[in-house]
């Protein structure tokens, strides 16, 4: 198992070792890759799918009711729970060892944590620059070794334009980029991304879907998917991912980016809820989330757009209004339960009324704020969503999604050697001046003028809320109609039914608390039936 230290990139694999009569189930570092096992009366299985498990005829598809509190709340399942009763996902950075016995014992060999509280790196800015640039190269180059053609996702953001950039200035030849594109102007990406591969001179590859090659996506996704997975960005995923596969077999994805150079707009706007929220009486927080409450998050959006030539322009306002209720709501003022309500759609005291079976709150990885409780909050965050919203979300969305089209993702920014040393660098460079990856900015201008990545962050998004009230509102409402809920006895009827109610009226609510609803009500049907 020492080996294992020695590994770079992603890896699940199983070791059986015949003279210990041991079996051995590791997982990278990151949790790029999955690796799932069953455990129950005596019968061990293991796998790199959850629907494997369907296969065998002792295998018994329980529904874990604790997991599914976990989804209802934040879109995807923490591990090392799963949908399923016995069944987990091996945590990343670990390995499982059984023996003969069927004795468990899980080891923890590797965490970004102990490098965020090592000692931080003491050198000027100019000399972390260059280190971190080297390091940057050096990854980017061992992820294009391949006998077989390579591409890279290129969106057009800070991301993947450094991994493009970086690649093609080491590359004799052009190499092939891939984007997609839409219609609807306020979630096209397309454009930027051009840009770029114009500037760099890559093979440029682009595609426009409709609204109906995206909906056509909806009823796979329990099939790609194994278990509820809430995060609508999985559709643009797979669409790309399958017309990438059309010319190379490896593509290459910038993901990491924002949980490890302090990138999502949230860091810094939970920061300063977090300082206010700390020095504000109780009593003025309600009183505020509930003059939210009066307005629908309609109107709210439409003042918002109003005045957006003077603010930052998002194509999800409703969710940011939602989110900041919840933030509001939240009465303790620490900061771990800052951002669980900020992350959270369906709230802990509403899953109670929206679940009729019992559950219980479950430990996850978002108890790792205990331990770096002591660091500025920007890096508290980072940390912690390293080993949540990153593992859990994001690498099963593009790992999910590019093996249903048999294409190989890889993903360049998350190799250890890199994590380890930007978890040390201090986050004054990483967020300075209200910069966000204030760093890894300064070095992607070395190959890509500024003025072509000047814009608003965007996020690879769909529009969720025009959907369900349109183009999917029959399907909605065939999945959580009364009779559906009550033969399922899973969801209190009355609860859904007001809340559906109020949520297409417009009066409250985010279209995500309904989309995780109807994506576990599809994957039920698909699989529990």
Not at 77 to 88: M, Q, R, V
Not at 336 to 358: A, D, F, R
């Amino acid at each position: 198992m020492e080996a294992i230290k020695k590994y770079r990139g992603m890896f699940a694999f199983a070791i059986w070792d015949k003279r210990k009569e041991k079996l051995f189930l590791v997982r990278d570092r990151a949790g790029v890759k999955p690796l799932y096992y069953y455990f129950k009366n005596n019968l061990f299985l293991f796998s790199s799918e959850l629907k494997s498990f369907h296969k065998h005829p002792k295998f018994e598809k329980e529904i874990n009711f604790d997991a599914l509190a976990l989804f209802l709340q934040f879109g995807y399942i923490l591990a090392p729970h799963t949908i399923f009763k016995d069944a987990y996902k091996l945590k990343p950075g670990h390995y499982l060892e059984i023996n003969k016995d069927g004795q468990l014992k899980e080891i923890k060999y590797w965490d970004i944590i102990d490098y965020y509280l090592a000692e931080p790196i003491s050198k000027p800015e100019d000399e972390i620059e260059k280190e971190l640039e080297q390091i940057l190269i050096e990854s980017f180059k061992y992820r294009m070794v391949s006998d077989v053609p390579v591409g890279v996702f290129l969106s057009g953001g800070i991301d993947s334009s450094l991994v493009t950039a970086l690649l093609q200035s080491n590359s004799k030849g052009s190499i092939k980029t891939f984007t997609i594109g839409f219609n609807e102007k306020e979630y096209n990406e397309a454009p930027y991304a051009k840009k770029i591969a114009e500037y760099l001179k890559t093979d440029h590859n682009e595609l426009y879907c409709t609204s109906k090659d995206a909906l056509e996506i909806i009823p796979k996704m329990p099939e790609i998917y194994d278990e509820p997975f809430g995060d609508s960005s999985g559709i643009p995923t797979y669409l790309v991912s399958k017309f990438a596969s059309q010319k190379v077999k490896v593509a290459l994805s910038a993901d990491a980016g924002d949980e490890l150079f302090c990138g999502y707009s949230r860091y810094s706007l939970l920061n300063n809820y977090y300082k206010t929220i700390k020095n504000t009486p109780s009593f003025l927080l309600s009183s505020f989330s509930l003059g939210l409450s009066i307005f629908s998050p309609d109107v709210i959006s439409g003042v918002y757009n109003t005045f957006s030539f003077a603010l930052p322009k998002y194509t999800n306002v409703k969710d940011k209004i939602y989110k900041f209720k919840n933030v509001l709501r939240y009465k303790n003022k620490e900061l771990s339960g800052i951002v669980e309500n900020s992350y959270s759609y369906w709230l802990e005291n509403q899953v109670g009324k929206l679940l009729k079976k019992p559950y219980k709150s479950v430990e996850n990885n978002f108890s790792e704020f205990k331990r770096v409780g002591e660091l500025p909050a920007l890096s508290q965050m980072q940390a912690v969503d390293f080993k949540t919203y990153l593992c859990d979300d994001i690498f099963t969305k593009v790992d999910r999604a590019t093996m249903a089209v048999g294409l190989e993702a890889r993903e360049p920014l998350i190799d250890h050697k890199i994590a380890e040393y930007i978890a040390r660098v201090p986050v004054s460079l990483k967020y300075k001046d209200g910069q966000s990856k204030y760093i890894l900015r300064k070095i992607l201008y070395k190959y890509v003028p500024q003025k072509l990545l000047e814009r608003p962050k965007q996020g690879f998004a769909i529009p969720i809320d025009s959907w369900l009230k349109k183009d999917l509102n029959g399907i909605l409402m065939e999945y959580l109609s009364e009779k559906n809920i009550k033969n399922q006895g899973i969801f209190d009827v009355d609860y859904i039914k007001e809340g559906l109610s109020g949520y297409l009226s417009g009066r409250s609510d985010s279209a995500y608390k309904f989309w995780f609803l109807l994506m576990f009500q599809m994957w039920y049907e698909k699989w529990m039936k």
